[in-house]
Structure formats: C-alpha cells, structure tokens
C-alpha cells in the first residue's frame, strides 16, 4: 500500500542522545514536511523540504536538522536531544509544493526524551 | 501573523445526530486554503475536507460539509448522520496561497455517543 512509513514508532531518549527520526515516503512526492505534535498547540512545522536536494526551516526549526538526498527519503535529526523535544513527531508529504495541495501523513513517531 | 483557533477543545454527538465544529482564523492575505484534517485514534492524519476562500459556494464531501464565513473568518465543519468511526481529532487547517507552511488549529476533541 502506497503511503509514509515513519519509523520509529516510539522511542524512549536520555536527554543529550542523538537521534535520528526516519520518513520514507513511496508516492514520489516532491514536498515532503516534518511536524511536531504538542496538546493544546496542534502541529507545528519543523523543516520542510520542496524537493530533493533542498531544505527550509519551519516554524519551530532549532535543535533538529533535516537533509533530503532522495526523493523518498526525509529524515529527521536531533542531535543532542532535550526533555522539551518530547513530543509526536510526523512526516508528511504532497505531491509538490503548493497552497492546495492535500498533505498525507504518516503515522507518528511518538518520541520521549528523560 | 496568521493564526487558526478551535475554541472547543472537546465535543459530543449522538450516533445519527449531526454536530458543528467551530474553527475561526485570522490572515490580512486574500487568496488562502483551508482544511479540516481528521486524527483517529491510530495518530494518522486524513485530509476530510477543503475550501479554496476565492470559491463562494461551501465543499462538501459526503457526510460532511463546511460553512465558509470569508468575512467573518470562520469556517466550520458540520457531521452529518454521526457514525462512530467519526470518533477522533479534528484539525482545522490554513496556508496562504503561494506559501509553504500550513498553520493547524490545536483540534477539537469528537466523542460519538452510541
């Protein structure tokens, strides 16, 4: 079945570990998102990537970083993890960037730094 | 700055009964997108329904239909014939045409009452 897979789907942290969160999508999309899922603020994007070979910065961009070598793949990374970092994290994508494009998701990585 | 804000944090419905989300936004842009995405228990994400604001008709998509106040900046989400798979998060969605980032509402919360 076409669609995300985000893997892992829970992880437990010790604050300061590295840690890479990975998104492969199999639709050949060219956009693809990261978003973190916090109660009471919805989602927020963390970095963005329009097409392979180039990144942006979202909203809430400091303490991870994202490369895209690949069409399919998106990988997330915090390099010294934080307790505040706890948190749902997404990989989304769509066909291209554009205002009206659907977003489809994959299925969150749940993610718990101590 | 644009901002999109669900007032009900948590609703109820009765099985057959129909139910309104509320969702309002602010944005000084006049051509933007907005969503209403759907988070069931499994955390996935599934786009439920969209409105183009230079559209004046209201979308619909089988059960569910939106009211679009461009003036009053509202847009919400109206369930009809509540199914118990309709159980989940709501989130409503906006991005300004020509930009990246979507900016999500922090969810309303749908309880169905068998």
């Known amino acids: 079945i076409a669609g995300i897979t985000q893997a892992p789907t829970s992880q437990i942290l010790a604050a300061g570990r590295r840690m890479t969160l990975r998104c492969t999508q199999d639709?050949?999309?060219?956009?693809m998102y990261w978003y973190r899922q916090d109660l009471g603020l919805g989602l927020r994007l963390i970095h963005y990537?329009?097409?392979?070979?180039?990144?942006g910065k979202g909203e809430v961009p400091d303490g991870y970083s994202v490369s895209r070598a690949n069409t399919d793949d998106f990988p997330l990374t915090l390099a010294s993890a934080v307790p505040s970092q706890t948190s749902v994290y997404f990989c989304a994508s769509s066909r291209r960037a554009g205002a009206n494009e659907k977003l489809f998701f994959g299925s969150g990585t749940q993610l718990s730094v101590l | 700055a644009q901002t999109v804000t669900q007032s009900q944090p948590e609703m109820s419905v009765q099985e057959a009964e129909t139910v309104t989300l509320s969702c309002t936004y602010d944005t000084s842009e006049s051509d933007y997108y907005l969503f209403w995405y759907k988070q069931p228990p499994s955390r996935q994400m599934i786009l439920v329904i969209r409105?183009?604001?230079?559209?004046?008709q209201n979308a619909t998509e089988n059960r569910f239909s939106v009211n679009f106040q461009k003036a009053a900046k509202s847009f919400s989400l109206k369930i009809s014939d509540s199914q118990l798979g309709d159980a989940a998060m709501y989130f409503c969605?906006?991005?300004?045409?020509?930009?990246?980032?979507?900016?999500f509402g922090t969810g309303t919360k749908l309880q169905v009452i068998p």
């Open positions: 990537s329009n097409t392979a070979g180039t990144t």
């Open positions: 639709m050949r999309h060219n956009a």
């Open positions: 969605a906006y991005i300004a045409g020509g930009y990246q980032k979507v900016t």
């Open positions: 409105q183009e604001a230079y559209k004046q």
